[in-house]
């Protein structure tokens, strides 16, 4: 019997599904394969369900080793040992469908493809199935590769669910680097995809995986970051193969790297490192070169400042013990290094002091200078002290640039009329000029009325509310007047007169001004 297609198993204590995997490989409608079996150093009954289906069946070759080997390369021993034109990875606690063989061979003869690709189906321990597969079949020629590359990429980060031809795979087969804890497949599937000349993706689903509940690991390999700056590489180097790259494929590169460290993230903070390397693994992962690139090409997306937010309440909760001067140090460089301009406004004895709190840093972490603010003010309110002082510089440094506040110099100011500098700062002036009415009509005794009435009147001003602005300049007439500041109050009321001389209030307080001046 001529063997067209060799397929390796490489099984380690998996005695509750090697018979399904093993059958499903026999019971394929295509017979002309051999089948590569090995049993990694099983200790539970894996080897003699091995042994049990060689006797049934002569194209199982069993290969045994004595212990458990995550070293064992099972593209190494398919080079070494395979017959077959076309080689297949399957995983031991996988299977496939009868047709997986037929389908994808009499494609790539078909199209003379070095890959035949199939869809798979993913079946979780609650019986929910999801999929991931084409819409409609796909031939690709090698120059086709950058344009589909988004398209076609997850298809293409696991070894299984495919056919390679074995002379492509002893061409473009690289040893994963010793130091890359994971992502293998994909770096193998990335070396396969430079060479190929041809590949074809079936639209039918012909693999099935079994997706095991995912659990959030306690141990961190300090490469893991390597691994994920590694395939991002790997990527671009397949994608420069084609000349340069356009925006939308880095774009696309960029958000798998995100994902990527989104998760390696999750892994470090959920770890058993101690506050102090976890911080510093941290600061590592935010600071890298790679990292930073991402943060500028998806600086104002909500994506990226949901991350970072998040990023800050991570810090923030594991950091409530902290310390030394170093994790300090290390704390305030990681916040720094998310990119959200922090350090503009909080300094590094900032955090160790306590001003500065979760809700603070999320907000400035997602460009949300007016909650920032607003939590400012909130502390500003409850502190005492110097703590006053140093919160209200940050507010000044960010009233700076905003022309109807930068000129306000009294904390107790804001601290009064909080809500409606918070509504000018976001730019909410009808809102603002809202809350300025209610003041007015609720209060005869405005507190530091001054400043209000000259914040009142610029936002007024602005807005061109004509019966709110002359309201308000008749207010700041009698504020003079009551000052016994006459200057002032005379150009108020000149001002006044131009505006609508034949208003009675006009008239009784140039009469009024008049009286006083003479008394």
Not at 332 to 357: A, W
Request: charged share 30%.
């Amino acid at each position: 019997m001529v063997t067209k297609i060799s397929i390796a198993t490489r099984a380690y204590n998996v005695e509750k599904y090697i018979r399904q995997c093993v059958n499903s490989v026999l019971n394929q409608t295509f017979t002309e394969f051999e089948y590569i079996l090995m049993d990694n150093g099983s200790t539970d009954k894996t080897s003699e369900i091995i042994d049990e289906l060689a006797l049934i069946d002569s194209r199982i070759r069993v290969k045994r080793y004595k212990e458990n080997s995550t070293s064992l390369s099972s593209i190494e021993i398919l080079l070494d040992e395979a017959c077959g034109e076309y080689i297949v990875l399957l995983d031991s606690d996988d299977w496939i469908e009868p047709e997986f063989f037929a389908k994808l061979y009499q494609m790539a003869k078909d199209h003379n493809a070095d890959i035949a690709v199939g869809g798979t189906c993913f079946h979780k321990v609650n019986g929910e199935k999801t999929f991931r597969k084409i819409e409609k079949e796909m031939l690709l020629n090698s120059v086709d590769i950058p344009n589909y590359f988004p398209a076609i990429y997850n298809l293409f980060r696991p070894a299984w669910g495919k056919l390679f031809r074995k002379d492509l795979v002893k061409k473009a087969y690289v040893p994963t680097p010793s130091n890359i804890i994971y992502g293998g497949d994909t770096f193998f599937c990335m070396n396969m995809l430079e060479y190929a000349d041809k590949v074809v993706i079936s639209d039918k689903v012909l693999h099935n995986y079994r997706h095991h509940y995912a659990s959030v690991s306690n141990k961190y390999n300090l490469n893991r970051i390597l691994a994920d700056k590694f395939l991002f590489y790997r990527a671009e180097k397949l994608m420069l193969k084609f000349g340069k790259i356009d925006g939308r494929i880095y774009s696309f590169l960029f958000s798998v790297y995100f994902s990527a460290i989104v998760e390696t993230i999750n892994v470090l903070m959920n770890s058993f490192l101690s506050l102090s390397e976890k911080l510093a693994e941290l600061e590592i992962i935010l600071k890298d070169t790679l990292t930073q690139n991402l943060f500028s090409l998806f600086k104002q997306e909500k994506q990226m400042l949901d991350f970072k937010s998040s990023i800050v309440k991570v810090i923030m909760a594991i950091t409530g013990n902290i310390g030394t001067k170093e994790d300090l140090e290390i704390l305030y460089s990681s916040l720094v290094s998310l990119g959200t301009g922090i350090e503009e406004f909080i300094l590094e004895n900032d955090i160790k002091k306590g001003i500065v709190n979760a809700t603070m840093l999320c907000s400035c972490a997602k460009g949300d200078k007016r909650e920032f603010i607003k939590e400012l003010i909130r502390i500003m309110r409850n502190s005492k002290g110097s703590d006053v002082k140093d919160t209200w510089k940050v507010i000044k440094k960010l009233f700076k640039d905003n022309e109807l506040l930068s000129w306000i110099d009294k904390a107790e100011f804001v601290c009064n009329y909080a809500e409606i500098i918070l509504d000018i700062f976001g730019g909410e002036y009808t809102r603002a000029m809202n809350d300025i009415e209610r003041v007015l009509v609720g209060n005869s005794d405005i507190v530091l009325e001054e400043d209000f009435l000259f914040l009142s009147l610029n936002i007024s001003a602005m807005e061109k509310n004509v019966p709110l602005f002359i309201y308000l300049k008749k207010r700041q007439a009698v504020f003079w007047l009551n000052a016994k500041r006459y200057n002032q109050a005379d150009e108020i009321i000149k001002d006044l007169e131009e505006m609508c001389p034949l208003d009675e209030d006009v008239i009784n307080l140039k009469k009024y001004y008049a009286r006083e001046v003479a008394w």
